[in-house]
């Protein structure tokens, strides 16, 4: 499974982004997904995640604001990231698990920058 990231970008604080995460393979679709996103001098923490049902797991404070989707038929997972704020800014990578649970695939990541 490859996975590509895009849709990031420079967006000021209370702006939206939608990113989207293209995946290759057909298994694709039995995969869970998720988003995950890394700031300067911080650790990598995962954002959203989504089955292959649709059930959704949003962690962390982004939840009331961010929120993560996926259509099976075009591969793809989204991420829609709402009213935007400076300590948003991180790369973003998107991520699959494989059977054992454990996040095996990993997407090249996009950069969001957020201005005040």
């Known amino acids: 499974v490859q996975l590509q990231a895009s849709g990031g970008g420079l967006v000021q604080a209370g702006g939206s982004l939608r990113l989207s995460c293209v995946a290759s393979g057909s298994i694709f679709s039995i995969l869970t997904v998720g988003w995950h996103r890394q700031a300067p001098g911080k650790q990598r923490e995962l954002v959203a995640d989504?089955?292959?049902?649709?059930?959704?797991n949003d962690a962390g404070s982004m939840k009331d604001r961010f929120a993560i989707s996926r259509d099976n038929a075009k591969n793809t997972v989204y991420l829609q990231m709402n009213s935007l704020k400076p300590e948003d800014t991180a790369v973003y990578y998107c991520?699959?698990?494989?059977?054992?649970?454990?996040?095996?695939?990993w997407g090249q990541g996009t950069q969001v920058t957020v201005s005040s």
């Open positions: 989504i089955t292959s049902g649709g059930r959704t």
């Open positions: 991520a699959a698990r494989d059977w054992t649970g454990k996040w095996s695939y």
